[in-house]
Each structure stands twice: as C-alpha cells, then as structure tokens.
C-alpha cells in the first residue's frame, strides 16, 4: 500500500509540468520539461531504501516532505520556463509591426490571466487529490485492488473537468486572437483609407 501512494503522491508531483504543457504552453521546450521530469522519477526510488528503517510515523512524515519539496521544485521550474516563454513572447510581438503597443500589451495580459487561472486550477486539484489520498491511505478496511480502483475512479471522474478547463482555454484564446486580428484588419483599413 505504501508502494501505491508513493507513487501516487510521485504522480501528484509531476502533474503540474504535464497539466502546463497541455494548458499553457503547447510543446514549447518540450525537451526541458522532459528532463526534468526524467529527474523527479529517478530521484524517487532512492528515498524508498532510507524509508524501510522507520516506523509508519517517520515514513509517512518522510513522503510528506519529499512531495512538497518536490512540489516548490516543480513551481520553480515552471515559474522559469513560464519566464523564458514570456521573453520569447515578448519578442516576437515586438517583431510583428501589425501590432499596437495597446495590443502587445492586451495579448501579455491575457496570457497573464489565463497563466493565473491555470495555475489556481492546478493548486485546486492537488489539493483535491491531497485529500482523496489522505481520506483512503490509512484505511485497512480497503484492500490493494480496492485502492487501485478507488484511484482510477478517482482520476477518471476528474477527466471531464479537466478537459472542459482546457476547452474554456481554447475557446477564450480564439476569441482573444479573433479580437486582436479584427483590430488589426480594421485598423489597416483605416490606415488604407
């Protein structure tokens, strides 16, 4: 049982870089975020040996702290990959000559909101899934297979939420885009005229 929400609390770890890769960003720099996530999974196992030598308590407390260290080092890899895509943005609208300063500065913005709904949408679920874990791991009534289900079930029923998040997503960056070129076309009609 120890084995599964260890793993589950790894799982825990490691959803925020792949929840921002489908949220946020798309596939940008998608070798880092691999790497990264190459170094939190080989780092797990080596914490498993020093666990065997202690007590339930001291085993429980160990997990905890390995899994909110491993969540400010996931913050903090995301907050620079999020700072090196803002640069690169950045750049790239300084590039575009279409634009005014105003809609640079709306486009900015709006990747700013919607970075800060994901990232709330993110600290919602893992508290969410902290709790599913907390109410279930110290259960005996419950057997491994019982857990195992519980989990799927748990994972399965957040799916539909989750994909309606990143529709939301997609539907309020079209509607930004759409903004932003029916500006542009009118403002280089006016321009024309």
């Known amino acids: 049982m120890r084995k599964l929400v260890l793993g589950a609390m790894v799982l825990l770890c490691l959803a925020p870089i792949t929840l921002q890769a489908g949220w946020g960003w ?18 797990a196992p080596q914490v498993r040996p020093i ?32 700072d ?20 640079r500065n709306e486009i900015l913005a709006a990747r700013e909101k919607q970075y800060e709904k994901n990232t709330a949408f993110g600290d919602q679920r893992r508290s969410e899934n902290n709790a599913f874990f907390q109410n279930f791991a ?14 799927r079930t748990h994972f399965q029923s957040q799916k539909s939420a989750d994909q ?10 079209k509607a930004e885009r759409e903004k932003i070129l029916s500006e542009v076309s009118s403002s280089a009609n006016t321009a024309a005229s």
């Open 26 to 43: 798309g596939n940008k720099n998608k070798e880092e975020k691999k790497a990264q996530q190459t170094e939190s999974k080989r780092e």
């Open 51 to 82: 666990l065997t030598e202690k007590t339930p308590e001291e085993k429980q407390a160990a997990v905890d702290s390995r899994h909110e260290a491993q969540v400010a080092e996931n913050k903090a890899f995301q907050k620079s990959m999020r």
């Open 84 to 103: 090196k895509q803002t640069a690169e943005l950045k750049a790239k609208l300084l590039q575009n000559t279409k634009l005014t300063e105003a809609q």
């Open 138 to 151: 110290n259960d005996p009534a419950m057997t491994e297979e019982q857990k195992r289900e519980a989990i």
């Open 164 to 173: 309606a998040f990143r529709q939301q997503q997609k539907a309020e960056n």
